[in-house]
């Protein structure tokens, strides 16, 4: 079969899909709200960066990073700063009380602060959320042990901020 101009390759990557957009979305604004941490960068310089190098981004080494969806990283990153004092009192009282959330993982603190924007600001259902950050948990920590940590920290703060929807 010969490719005609409107018909891609039979070998050409597919496209990605809404979700797969919107998981990417997801662990792009972990990445972004840890780099912001570490690195003292303003929530604006932090979108720039992964808008112009990571959204979409081949590697040297041939790592292909999909791209994001836009609207949905830039909402969790604008809501978890503006909102991240209230998301840090949720994740605190959804911690043990020896366990503020100063004292946890910085990659954790990232993760919790953007499921929390998304669960205050209702962005999509609590136990989509759920799940989509405790993957997220599960592609930064492979053990396992992290992610049932993040569902039921993320299940806590969920029944928190959207009671109605359990």
């Not at 949720?90 to 020896?98: C, E, G, I, P, S």
Request: proline content about 7%.
């Amino acid at each position: 079969m010969t490719d005609t101009p409107d018909t891609p390759p039979q070998d050409a990557p597919k496209p990605p899909s809404k979700r797969e957009m919107r998981s990417a979305a997801r662990l792009y604004s972990v990445q972004a709200l840890f780099q912001m941490e570490a690195a003292g960068m303003s929530v604006d310089r932090v979108r720039r960066e992964f808008y112009d190098h990571r959204f979409g981004m081949v590697t040297d080494e041939g790592d292909e990073y999909i791209d994001g969806d836009a609207d949905l990283f830039h909402q969790i990153t604008e809501s978890a700063v503006e909102r991240q004092a209230k998301i840090d009192q949720m994740t605190d009282r959804a911690l043990v009380a020896k366990w503020p959330i100063a004292r946890i993982d910085p990659t954790l603190r990232a993760l919790f602060r953007a499921a929390g924007a998304e669960l205050v600001a209702g962005v999509a259902p609590p136990k989509v959320v759920i799940t989509e950050f405790v993957d997220v948990a599960k592609a930064f920590f492979p053990e396992g042990r992290e992610s049932k940590f993040v569902n039921a920290v993320l299940d806590h703060m969920a029944r928190e901020a959207k009671p109605e929807a359990f």
